[in-house]
């Protein structure tokens, strides 16, 4: 996507502002017309500030028309009429384009039963979110009052807009909208990093198909080259990394048992901030490995 | 199964000490008449030992003789026709009752090809095996000429009377016939054992389904009350052992992320010594793990 | 020490009785004189309990007595006048015979200050501490008031009492006074138990020498023969373990650096339980090592 | 020490570039002027392949001179008649200005060997050892014949200008002549990094006083500001690292026992590639640690 810089938009005429930002925010030119006026803006940050001040302190009925033009998650029907696209991204990237029965049929009582509730749509920024971690969601959000849900979905609607602006415009000043997930394999056999390892990370799904996300190859110091997770938010969710450690060691030599001991390694582990860094390393000889959550 | 004394062996008369040994080779009484002379027996091992020494110092043609009288390994017709109630159960250890379409295609292939090659039948000592093992032994086998392929066979069938006569005969000393795997969870974030931790330990298998062969929850100690495999031989192959770590500290009111960082732990190895000790303990914090091959 | 059997002490008459526990409480004959007639007592246990009870429903003034009958610690003038035989066993194990000039001037200001304010002795079970941790006491002790200090010498003259019924008298049963230090050496380069390393057991001194206290080597399962500390309390204190790995490696082959990366190992950990049991293991490559409080 | 920049040097008259580089080599004028017909250098690895090729090509008894022009190490009589400023600064930093009596017994008895041996002073590159890789050093090259020894000499002498020449002149490029300590603490307790522990860095001696050659104290990512040793080759040595990790955790309401089970950590290890980087992490809980030599 072609990406606009802050300084054009804080120089272009109100129109041009507010068809650039117009789906920053899903159907609601409002918002930007709001705060053109507030331009120049100092950084990305202070108009990102200036969107969520708009959306907070709306109306509540207007909050509430804001809540009601969001599509629902993962819903055939809508999703065969034609979403924005940019929701219609933002559900792929949770994978709700390729949901078995089984999810599918689980994200439906899920909508029903919450709009059932709370008579508007359940709003969650998928970018930060698995299939899995959003039915989570969808559960614990089902517990919570109406007041609260509204809170929640202005809240959900202010992260999704954040990442929209996150890759809509160029600045200077970087939105705090990003995780990363690394890795770092260590040879604790000949104590000098693992180059050559090839390495899987996985999705771990509750209900259907596990899927292979990124594969990667350790270089000469046991990293990857780029993060295995980088430049978005990290998915809330289960995964797991899988290491080719049998076909290291035995490239080089190293005497092992017929099989042997130690051959492809599951780390498996959780996610559940998605702005965080996780480092998620591999300290391996043939006979022993061990992990934690690094930095 | 009913045991009989070593005691009682070498005071038999000679008919009763054959009808007792008939079964620890298939289908060849000719062994125990052999050896019946040369008792009293100091022992099980050397019990052993002579029906080893009559084994291998048969005559070319009587050890072929041998080895055709045994089965083919997971073959449908013979089967149904009907093994030794001792073959059964070995075949049955090894999984080959529950052998996949897949993996039922495999073992033809594979018996078919062995007896093209060698004009008799692949001879494998099943208990100190799984299914993926034996088809892996076949491979490398059938690379062999076949003085050395008949060598081999007759080991098997050694290794097969040790494991008849270790469940058929009670004596003062052991055959070293036995391996052990176990386990140990130590919790490095309170310094000590971890009791109440559930763990599965699964069989891998390369083309039908893994399937869980124990289950055990740890004791005070953080060890399982009995081994996870014990009074048997180890069967070679790929194995998974599963830890339910999340469960444990969520119980312990330790602080932790949502979802935990750790919840289940999988650690995969493979067993290569049917006769060794696998010790494969779990050191972990909800933050980090660690194993390795221990004693 | 020769030993008596509970058995015989049940069946001696009153006055033998008397006299066979005389030193179980310093200088207090009539303890025993008072639990004669409880006779006879089912193990050690029971009669350690009927001794406690004794101690601890005595009138005041009989309590302060007691306490008023032992020993400084480390007194110069005390012990060169001689203790009882007990006494001046306890206080060197301990090692308050062998203080520097610094430690003596220490221990003289804490007991001058102790008997000050209390006007009674300073008394600690000395089999269950090191000079150290004896010195760390005497502070903690001296905040208290008077009456939770009496309650404390009571105690501890409740554990010497434990010490030496338990060298004097053999029983069915075992009274829970003793404590276990062991290691395990675990060659995570070969997969294997690491046998022929040499260990020491130092015990650290704040003020004087830091002293070995126990030499082994490791045997065919990376053990020691015995406990590093064993059939004792577990002094309170500071310990350093050394391995040498170094020369276990390079006797095996191993490629290492020169010098190697690692060679003598101190692990560095204080107990804190002397009635507990301490397994502190190395797993350990040439390039990496770990430890925990293990069981 | 003031630079002066590659291209200054280069643009410099005869005398002034031999000025310049007086020092380089010890009492050598004669290699800066027979390389200064040979600039411009393109960068300092390029001057410094120049000046070693005339070192090494010059004719034997050139050489002999060159490396009698050394003085001895640690030799008091010669350092208190006057040393260059760059022997002196260079015996220092490997600590020969603070030996023992012991050490300095030793470093005589090894300089009158290895001159009755070879007629000639024993020279290495200081700023590559500490006083025990020396006396080693001593130990190792006496065992040599003559020919090789002046090899070794002349080795050590283009060494030691290599340093030289890295803290005189400014270049674009780099001599790769600097090696790297640096460390990492994991607080896997918490699962992050552990800020705020103090760290010492002491260089152990075999006959004199072990001493404190660094101190830090970890950052918000558990890392030092800046590398323990950086900047310069890394001493041949052995070293401990002491991590302060009980005031971390005691800091922090960690539960622990009394005195903790871990305090103070040593990490024990030695350097043998003084260009190398050696990352020596710590992993801890308030119950386990391991360390690796990392990158």
């Known amino acids: 996507m072609s990406q606009v810089s802050l300084s054009d938009l804080n120089a272009a005429d109100k129109a041009d502002f507010v068809a650039a930002l117009a789906n920053v925010v899903e159907y609601s030119p409002w918002i930007a017309e709001g705060i053109a006026g507030q331009r120049p803006f100092a950084g990305i940050n202070q108009l990102l500030d200036a969107i969520k001040a708009a959306i907070q302190s709306a109306a509540p009925d207007v909050q509430l028309a804001l809540i009601r033009a969001h599509p629902d998650l993962a819903n055939k029907t809508q999703r065969a009429a034609g979403l924005t ?6 559900q792929n990237s949770a994978g709700l384009d390729r949901l078995s029965e ?30 899995d971690s959003i039915l989570r969601d969808f559960e614990t959000r089902l517990q919570n009052i109406a007041k609260t849900e509204t809170r929640r979905a202005i809240e959900e609607i202010c992260r999704i807009a954040a990442l929209r602006l996150d890759q809509l415009v160029a600045a200077d000043d970087k939105l705090n909208v990003h995780g990363r997930l690394s890795t770092h394999v260590l040879d ?28 990667a190859v350790t270089n000469h110091d046991g990293r990857t080259d780029a993060p295995l997770i980088g430049g978005r938010p990290l998915p809330i969710g289960r995964y797991e990394l899988r290491f080719s450690v049998g076909k290291y060691f035995a490239a080089r030599g190293v005497q092992m048992s017929d099989p042997p001991f130690l ?33």
Chains 1, 2, 3, 4 share one sequence.
């Open 85 to 90: 696209a940019e929701s219609n991204a933002e």
């Open 263 to 295: 051959d492809e390694i599951p780390l498996r582990f959780a996610i559940s901030e998605p702005e965080g860094h996780y480092h998620v390393p591999l300290l391996v000889t043939p006979w022993s490995y061990s992990t934690y959550r690094g930095s």
């Open 102 to 131: 089984a999810e599918y049929a689980a994200f439906e009582r899920a909508n029903d039963a919450y709009r059932a509730k709370f008579s508007f749509p359940y709003i969650v920024c998928a970018r930060r979110h698995t299939k």
């Open 188 to 215: 604790n056999h000949n104590g000098r990093p693992a180059p050559g390892i090839a390495v899987e990370l996985v999705e771990l799904a509750a209900l259907g198909e596990s899927r292979v996300i990124a594969r």
